[in-house]
């Protein structure tokens, strides 16, 4: 199946942005791996990857969607990360912490971007995680 790049706008700026999970047999772990290239310039990404335990049923929680608490808002949302207001505050989170578009910034954790964002992601640690 191919994935297409999807688009967004942020500020006036387009983005366009892959989304991919990937298993690790050995650990239990998924990593879910979003890119996020400013437009037309496919050689400086933002690369998040989230590291989380694995679900043997439907895989990894942000891809699928999870009740996730935001403490900024005192709200219990439903988080799937396919929405684009959660790429959008990703993509804002990058451009603060100094992406911008055009720089490389390395992987970056994208769990510490959500809990930047407010969402209490303590349960989305592995056990496995620092072993």
């Not at 688009?7 to 890119?35: G, H, M, S």
């Not at 439903?78 to 490389?104: D, K, M």
Request: aromatic content about 10%.
């Amino acid at each position: 199946m191919k994935r297409k790049l999807r688009k967004i706008t942020v500020a006036n700026n387009v983005y366009v942005y892959t989304i991919k999970e990937v298993y690790a047999v050995t650990t239990d772990t998924t990593t879910l791996i979003v890119r996020i290239f400013s437009d037309g310039h496919k050689a400086t990404p933002l690369i998040l990857h989230f590291l989380t335990y694995c679900d043997p049923i439907q895989g990894h929680p942000l891809y699928t969607g999870i009740d996730i608490f935001n403490q900024r808002t005192q709200e219990t949302v439903r988080f799937i990360i396919h929405r684009p207001v959660y790429i959008r505050a990703l993509i804002t989170e990058g451009i603060r912490r100094g992406w911008t578009g055009r720089n490389l910034t390395g992987i970056q954790d994208g769990v510490a971007y959500l809990n930047e964002l407010g969402f209490d992601t303590a349960f989305l640690v592995s056990p496995l995680q620092g072993k």
